[in-house]
């Protein structure tokens, strides 16, 4: 149609050009006369309508194409209708483009509604899984064991379900209301087969010689399961289960403690350090009022030994296998005290650590709530302990013992605390609050014992180390032995109001013997001994072997001195009187030498005495000239000489000037006593020399 009108346009132009041409050459070109060409003979056509029938124009075109007005006519119809046609195919493309739109839009719309389809689906899907309750759920928990895996898991599920349930019906999801029924069912019936389990795991507990710790791996296998399962679904049950196992796990840990705590006492030496048995006590055998028995030949000095108790504390020793009691009765093996201390300890540190780990895993605690229920488990128990520790150390009066029990309880602590259980922290302080104060009443005791010694009532007496400071030296190389390991300087402090007691008791010995060689070589003897014991334990550098070491060295500085022109003068006689018969002859050489011998000395000392000489090191260790002459004196002859009733040293000994010998002899005396501290009085202790 369109093709038809561009025909009809065409024509209608057509024709008025050649109506248009026929009047110019009718014309001519100026005006007049007749044209060059002939006019288009249209016939009679009707070109006012468009209902022409184009047929017989396409004819007529046909029969006049040379004709200029047809070409142009004919050029004009192609560029109309390709125009027309351009403009046909972009309206088409328009409207491609258009329903390529269309099914975009409505594709996006599909995937939408695809989508919502399929998250309703999901959720619809999540929701009847959730709600659902499978048979083989239903099978399981009423059937199964409760040890079995198929049991396990589907009661995981009853868990799962049930938590689902709950968050359903809080958005309200009424098909909850559907299964809640059948879940709650399921759930009392798993409730009560785990309560029946646990209680019979817990009730086995109370049968005499029970190993605990099976029943207990058993629940603890189970722990996720079985009680978080109570705590979620039935927290009347869970405290119930939980109230169950404490009574019973009190009780019996109170009862397996009390007897074997009664049994190992048992095993205990016989003889024990009594209240009489102190450093400064004479050294007798104990004998009973009515001297029926034989004396016990038990010596003091092993209470002040450490031998090999303080292996206790070894890494070796301190966690061994705890002490059974009626197998060493068996043996007739018996124990000092910190050792069953260490068996008894050791077992609670052990049964203590698991119970509280069990009891954080099993019932889900931590904090201060497992505190809390630990010691619901554990109090009694501990506490009876504490009573037995008490009422044993009131009659204690080992020393060394208690400070071992007091190191055994600092090594647990630690041990604990690398275990991670801080539950048994406040049961070793108050452990500690009792061995302290004992081991330092103890020590006291001690120290006022040796400061209240009297060296007179001691019997006898000799040169050689006294039996009271050995015991201080084995004690007190015992005790810093032990201290060096975790060093406390409370101890120190003690062992040194002890030294000085021990330092003054000594004195007051020494000043008992009527010659200063005496007095040297007992205070050598004792001081080498006490720093030998005490350097076989201690370290070297300790402040005890330091302190003996100078008084050792200060008194046999002392007693060389003493010994160099002693031991000569003392040779010099012997050796005189040996060799001539006659003894008033005899005398007389041996005058004649000593007087030599003291003017001798005494020019020396007047050459000495020069400017010159006078800074000379060597001043400072001579000897007095008047001390020389009091002990020359004793070898004056007592015979019966014209000097034989004399008091001192004849006036022809003596240099030019110096006094008459008696009254420097007893001057001289006085400064020696002096040179050693008088014996304590009652009210004020002695000094240290």
């Known amino acids: ?8 346009a065409a024509a209608r132009e057509l024709v008025l050009r050649s109506g248009a041409s026929d009047m110019e050459e009718e014309e001519g070109p100026l005006g007049g006369g007749p044209g060059l060409q002939e006019p288009l003979q249209l016939g009679e056509l009707d070109l006012t309508s468009d209902e022409f029938i184009l047929d017989e124009v396409d004819v007529h075109i046909q029969a006049n194409l040379e004709d200029e007005l047809v070409k142009e006519a004919l050029k004009t119809v192609r560029f109309s209708r390709m125009e027309q046609m351009l403009g046909a195919f972009q309206s088409d493309l328009s409207s491609i483009s258009s329903e390529i739109r269309t099914l975009q839009e ?16 999901g959720k619809l899907g999540e929701l009847v899984d959730g709600l659902v309750v499978p048979s083989a759920l239903v099978t399981a ?24 349930v709950r968050e359903q019906e809080a958005r309200g999801t009424a098909a909850c209301a559907d299964v809640r029924g059948v879940l709650d069912r399921l759930r009392v019936k798993a409730v009560t087969k785990i309560r029946e389990f646990i209680l019979q795991k817990i009730y086995s507990f109370r049968k005499p010689m029970t190993n605990y710790q099976i029943p207990q791996t058993a629940l603890l296998k189970y722990r996720w399961f079985f009680y978080q399962f109570l705590l979620g679904n039935e927290r009347a049950t869970a405290k119930e289960v939980r109230d169950e196992y404490v009574e019973t796990l009190s009780k019996m840990y109170l009862s397996y403690y009390r007897s074997y705590l009664g049994r190992l006492m048992k095993v205990q030496y016989e003889e024990v350090a009594e209240k009489d048995d102190l450093m400064g006590v004479e050294d007798t055998a104990k004998k009973d009022i009515l001297q029926l028995r034989t004396p016990s030949l038990r010596s003091r000095n092993t209470i002040f030994t450490l031998g090999t108790r303080g292996s206790v504390i070894s890494p070796t020793e301190l966690e061994a296998p705890i002490l059974v009691p009626h197998t060493a009765q068996r043996g007739e093996q018996r124990y000092p005290f910190e050792a069953l201390f260490r068996s008894q300890h050791y077992a609670l540190l052990d049964n203590s650590c698991r119970e509280y780990l069990f009891i954080c895993e099993f019932f889900v605690v931590s904090g201060p709530a497992a505190h809390d229920l630990f010691h619901a488990v554990m109090g009694r128990t501990l506490s009876m302990t504490l009573k037995h520790l008490e009422s044993y150390l009131a009659d204690c009066y080992d020393a060394i013992a208690v400070f071992l029990c007091i190191h055994i309880v600092l090594r647990f602590r630690n041990i604990a605390a690398k275990r991670d259980v801080p539950a048994l922290d406040r049961y070793w302080e108050q452990v500690l609050a009792l061995l302290w104060p004992r081991f330092e009443l103890i020590l006291e005791m001690n120290v006022q014992s040796v400061r209240s010694t009297d060296p007179q009532r001691l019997g006898g007496l000799d040169t050689r180390p006294h039996y009271i400071t050995r015991r201080y030296a084995e004690f007190s190389s015992a005790l810093v032995s032990i201290n060096q390991t975790i060093p406390n300087e409370r101890t120190m402090q003690l062992l040194g109001q002890l030294q000085v007691e021990v330092e003054n008791f000594v004195l007051r010995v020494a000043a008992e013997f009527s010659s200063r060689k005496e007095q040297l070589v007992f205070l050598i003897n004792n001081y080498d001994m006490m720093l030998g014991v005490l350097m076989e334990r201690a370290a070297d550098d300790s402040k005890e072997v330091e302190s003996f070491q100078q008084l050792l060295n200060a008194r046999t500085q002392e007693f060389i001195e003493e010994l160099s022109w002693k031991s000569s003068v003392e040779s010099l006689s012997q050796d005189v009187m040996r060799s001539f018969t006659n003894f008033r002859n005899g005398t007389s050489i041996i005058q004649g ?37 009091v002990e020359l004196k004793k070898h004056k ?43 304590p009085s009652p009210q004020a202790p002695a000094s240290s020399g």
């Open 106 to 121: 409505q594709s996006g719309a599909m995937n939408i509604r695809l989508r919502n389809r399929q998250a309703v689906r």
């Open 141 to 164: 928990i009423l059937e199964a064991p409760v040890t079995e895996p198929r049991f396990l898991e589907q009661l995981q599920e009853l868990d799962a379900k049930a938590a689902a």
């Open 1 to 8: 149609m369109a093709a038809a009108a561009t025909m009809a």
């Open 593 to 629: 030498a000593l007087t030599q011998l003291i003017q001798l000395y005494h020019r020396f000392h007047r050459v000495l005495s020069q400017p010159q000489l006078r800074a000379l090191p060597a001043r400072a260790e001579l000897i007095n000239i008047h001390h020389l002459m």
């Open 637 to 679: 002859p007592t015979s019966d000489t014209p000097d034989a009733g004399a008091t001192g040293p004849p006036h022809e000994l003596l240099p030019s000037g110096s006094p008459s010998g008696l009254p420097l002899a007893r001057r001289n005396l006085r400064m020696q006593a002096l040179d050693m501290p008088h014996p």
